[in-house]
């Protein structure tokens, strides 16, 4: 059987494909259409999950708590990372298929967040009403002298778009620098070991925050999602990268074992239909890779430890953001920038890790319309903070303990004036009290209010009218 070549039809084919719209149009024929069906199927079960998703998330009622603690606590942020261990219970998800992509159901969030409005410093606490037992009876078995008030959400106030006649903004999601199973330095690692005294590694976040001007206000937030223990596997994986241990083996599945089995079938048969042929020589014994631990150098090994240390502990995926808002005429965004960001550097080590400015992914066309970028950018962030929102950067791990680093209540040491705290010690009142009337509650309220001095030590009383109108009294 002969075969003949005509190179004449070899040259007129390749001169139809020369011409791109004729090649586009015979690929999607002979079945690039249904690459092109794929792609538009993928596409738009994207945008109705995303839509089903945040239809769920903004059915959900939610609830800001505004939190005080008394002045004269002794607690360690260890009292808060307890706090986190009890609401790590939060953890939910869909329960089936019907829930995740019908109903669009996704885990709850809540976040913990700290503001200070023209020096005013807050606690809140932004959760599904569902979560607020189980927020109030963690921060109460704590902090049992606690104040805990259900208040307004104080970025309402805010103008929700941008740019604005009157008040400018400033955002910034923070990532960490390193993948999540590295650490950042926890409150553990500032305490003086000579004479054993904790220094709040947060002093120097509310010394900056005590200085924010009337009409500025700095709102900072970290959005978090209890999740399982499954994140451990990644921890584990990087430990055995770090010590040189092989990894296992994965699992293999029914497929794989057919193709294994039928393969040892087809070799049998091989070797009945070849008598002759020598049989194949053994396989050798694959040699037992052990750890290198020993080999590590010592700042290697602190490394392991950390990594180690963090994954022993609860975990959430969490998401950082930072906010600033002003009137133009006091707007000083490198001040702000500044003074956060640097307060949040001492957490960060070059062997472990640390936190950085996320980027948000740049078009095409922001090489050409840099404004327009940066205002997109700026009410992309605005919208997320307000939404309480896992949008934008990859979410990342923080334990317990990282969280109760990087969000505690003040220790009595503190001298930021502003922090809003319960100033006396709580406790039932003598059932045979006879009871106040609501005007002449609001009035002892009002005279209760505490005389505070600014950073430049001079007294100053706050009347009503100059205390933020969200921030419930003492």
Do not use: C
Not at 4 to 15: F, H, K, R, V, Y
Not at 133 to 156: F, G, H, K, N
Not at 417 to 424: A, F, K
């Amino acid at each position: 059987m002969e075969f003949t070549i005509d190179p004449e039809q070899i040259t007129s084919a390749l001169a139809l494909f020369s011409n791109p719209f004729y090649a586009a149009w015979f690929l999607f024929i002979h079945g690039g259409f249904l690459i092109v069906l794929i792609i538009v199927l993928r596409a738009l079960w994207t945008m109705w999950v995303s839509e089903v998703q945040g239809a769920y998330a903004a059915s959900i009622p939610k609830v800001l708590l505004a939190i005080r603690v008394p002045r004269m606590t002794e607690q360690t942020p260890k009292a808060v990372e307890n706090i986190f261990a009890h609401l790590t219970g939060t953890a939910s998800g869909p329960g089936n298929w019907k829930e995740a992509y019908w109903q669009g159901k996704v885990p709850d969030t809540f976040s913990v967040e700290i503001v200070s409005r023209g020096g005013f410093i807050q606690y809140f606490i932004h959760a599904p009403v569902s979560f607020r037992d189980v927020i109030e009876a963690s921060l109460y078995a704590q902090y049992p002298d606690a104040e805990v008030v259900e208040v307004a959400d104080y970025t309402s106030i805010a103008p929700q778009t941008y740019p604005d006649e009157n008040i400018e903004t400033w955002g910034a999601e923070v990532t960490l620098a390193k993948a999540f199973p590295y650490p950042i330095k926890t409150y553990t690692a500032f305490e003086h070991s000579l004479d054993a005294t904790f220094k709040d590694p947060l002093n120097s976040l509310f010394e900056f925050l005590g200085t924010v001007k009337n009409g500025e206000e700095v709102w900072i937030q970290i959005v978090l999602q209890a999740t399982d223990d499954s994140w451990v596997e990644t921890t584990a994986s990087l430990v055995r990268k770090l010590t040189g241990v092989k990894e296992p083996a994965k699992k293999k599945g029914r497929i794989d074992k057919a193709l294994e089995h039928g393969g040892t079938i087809a070799n049998l048969f091989l070797d009945q239909l070849t008598p002759g042929a020598a049989p194949a020589a053994p396989k050798k014994p694959e040699k037992a890779e052990g750890s290198n631990i020993g080999n590590l150098s010592p700042g290697e090994k602190v490394v392991l430890e950390h990594v180690q240390l963090k994954a022993a502990k609860p975990g959430y995926w969490a998401k950082m953001r930072i906010a600033y808002v002003a009137p133009k005429e006091v707007f000083s965004k490198g001040r702000i920038a500044t003074g956060v960001l640097g307060a949040y550097r001492q957490f960060g080590s070059p062997h472990i890790n640390s936190f950085k400015p996320f980027k948000y992914p740049k078009r095409f066309s922001d090489n050409f319309m840099k404004k327009s970028a940066a205002i997109r950018t700026q009410n992309k962030v605005f919208k997320a903070y307000v939404n309480r929102s896992m949008a934008g950067g990859k979410p990342y791990i923080l334990n317990i303990e990282e969280l109760a680093t990087l969000w505690h209540f003040p220790m009595m040491d503190m001298k930021v004036p502003l922090i809003q705290r319960s100033e006396v010690k709580t406790a039932e009142p003598p059932f045979f009290l006879p009871m106040r009337s609501e005007e002449a509650d609001k009035q002892r309220r009002l005279s209760a209010l505490p005389k505070q001095s600014l950073p430049s030590g001079k007294p100053k009383a706050f009347s009503e009218e100059e205390v933020p109108s969200n921030l419930p009294f003492a």
